[in-house]
């Protein structure tokens, strides 16, 4: 097998029968001040309350890299004790105790990162399998609760994903390419262990982490769980079809670091990137699964006999970024999987991947479309999303974790949505119908801040994998229409008197407004349903829709359809 370039693994911005890969280069370079607050508000008498922090520290791999500086960590009121450890693992732990606390304990945590991701061509020779793995590795290829490398089906799958394979980048890029186009990211998910996932295609951070660690560890590659946050700055990357833009919520996150012995531990983010992450990941603690990397941010307490409730947690995080330097640009290659997978220039020996989509639903004539009887009711679209969920005080369940001790580990629920009502820019959708639909509602997942005006739909036609013209529009909306709950919900859009019968096909969904509403359509980390060039956006001012957005927005299609 002769040594050749990989290039990044990415579906192109239009809908075709192949793949398209881009090429990625250039870096990422800020300067973040963190702040992370946290209040605990005791419920009755409590015994105690205890909390863990993990110091974040500096890290160095070929493509990213942190320096921390300037570590805080206040309390009001002050800890009755406090004391410093280090772990197996080399997490640097800081535990605080309050004892008998008759009000809230209010904790705050500051630093300063310098983060920096440097996507520049990679050079490993590592051979497959990997031989003589030094010991202090060996915890890394052992199966866990979470992380069950021993399953037979688990076994089984890993070990024909990696038939044939000579080099140990084919075999991490094969695993990777499966994860990405098997698992479909919902939150929360009810289980998060690697089988779970495995066995329903479903999963958050942590399965998508705990799934590529098990394949990997079953065929001898060291793999370990790092648990950090993701900050929600967004960055762009210019292409020759416009702007990709990329961003994440602004919480708690999982991700990988696998082993290589020419290039050291490298960051893996499984649901979408390999052998880098963005600078846009603070990395803070490390383990053989999420069960042990629970120090940052838990929460032990005691409560007295008889006492009803549990401490009340919340949670802000918060970062500036005082510097922020951006220059990436793609190029487009021919092979890949059918979901994104982002990969820097790779100078190794492997067998690259080429996946077809699938062919596009077949249009059905106008004429007979108005023939059709459309009895059986429809409904689609991206629906898995945490409803009615406050993200700064969700924590939760407690779970016993000693006589009379119970614990609240940190989750990784994140608030992913975008300000769509803004007078700058708007979002689009696309819907992909495979059945012919009579509409009556389209429904889209939004939050209610406040403001004022009306919000309606626009249904439009796909131009070449853009939003094209307007098909119908939704009754409008008053604001005062939506009520004002606790987090996000579904809010139903009327297309009955538009008397819109849709064929098989591509169909794009945006928000209209006027006046000054504050509305967030909440999305879904990558492309749950659609196709990878399927959200859009413009300034607007602008005619064409440029730009392209990682994730997918959380959308219902509601009517009839025929049998």
Request: with cysteine.
């Amino acid at each position: 097998m002769k040594r050749i370039m990989i290039y990044l693994f990415i579906v192109g911005l239009a809908l075709r029968l192949s793949a398209e890969n881009y090429l990625i280069n250039g870096g990422q370079a800020s300067t973040i001040q963190y702040q992370m607050t946290q209040r605990v508000e005791p419920a009755g008498e409590t015994k105690y309350i205890k909390l863990s922090f993990v110091v974040p520290q500096s890290f160095q791999s070929p493509t990213y890299n942190q320096a921390i500086q300037n570590f805080d960590l206040k309390f009001n009121p002050q800890p009755s004790s406090k004391k410093n450890e280090t772990d197996k693992r080399g997490n640097t732990i800081i535990r605080t105790e309050w004892k008998n606390p008759k009000q809230p304990v209010d904790v705050s945590m500051t630093f300063t990162a310098e983060t920096r991701t440097e996507l520049k061509q990679l050079e490993s020779s590592a051979p497959f399998p990997l031989a003589n793995i030094a010991s202090s590795m060996k915890d890394y290829l052992k199966p866990t609760k979470q992380v069950q490398s021993d399953h037979p089906d688990i076994q089984a799958k890993a070990k024909s994903l990696a038939q044939g394979v000579k080099t140990e980048f084919d075999a991490v890029q094969r695993i990777l390419t499966w994860v990405v186009d098997h698992l479909r990211y919902v939150t929360p998910p009810k289980q998060y262990d690697a089988l779970y996932s495995f066995k329903t295609g479903l999963g958050n951070c942590q399965n998508y982490s705990h799934l590529t660690a098990a394949l990997m560890r079953v065929i001898g590659i060291p793999a370990r769980i790092v648990n950090g946050v993701t900050l929600k700055e967004p960055y762009a990357i210019n292409t020759p079809e416009g702007e990709f833009t990329f961003k994440m919520g602004q919480g708690r996150h999982s991700w990988i670091e696998v082993w290589f012995p020419d290039l050291g531990w490298v960051p893996f983010d499984p649901q979408q990137t390999e052998l880098f992450v963005s600078n846009r990941f603070v990395r803070i603690e490390v383990g053989v699964d999420n069960n042990e990397t629970i120090n940052d941010g838990m929460v032990k307490f005691r409560q007295a006999s008889g006492v009803k409730g549990k401490p009340r947690f919340q949670e802000v995080i918060e970062a500036d970024f005082a510097r922020d330097e951006v220059n990436l640009a793609m190029e487009k290659q021919n092979y890949g999987p059918k979901n994104m997978l982002l990969v820097p220039a790779v100078n190794a020996s492997f067998t690259p991947i080429k996946i077809t989509q699938p062919p596009p639903p077949v249009t059905v004539p106008d004429d007979e479309l108005k023939r059709m009887r459309f009895s059986d009711k429809f409904i689609f679209g991206n629906m898995d999303y945490p409803r009615g969920i406050s993200f700064i005080d969700t924590r939760g369940p407690a779970e016993q974790s000693g006589a009379d001790e119970y614990q609240l580990k940190k989750n990784f629920l994140v608030e992913t949505a975008e300000y769509v009502t803004t007078k700058l820019t708007q979002y689009a959708q696309v819907v992909v119908l495979k059945k012919p639909v009579k509409l009556k509602y389209i429904s889209l997942a939004l939050h209610k801040f406040g403001g004022s005006g009306q919000v309606w739909i626009d249904l439009m036609k796909d131009d070449n994998g853009k939003p094209g013209s307007v098909l119908a529009t939704s009754d409008f909306m008053s604001l005062a229409q939506i009520q004002q709950k606790q987090g996000y919900d579904w809010i139903d859009f009327d297309f009955s008197g538009a008397d819109q019968t849709l064929s098989p096909g591509s169909y794009w969904i945006g928000l209209g407004f006027t006046g000054s509403p504050i509305i967030n359509w909440f999305y879904t980390y990558g492309k749950s349903v659609g196709p990878v060039h399927g959200t859009r956006y413009k300034g607007v001012y602008d005619s064409v829709w440029s730009g392209a957005l990682s994730y997918e927005f959380n959308y219902r299609v509601l009517g009839f359809t025929t049998k």
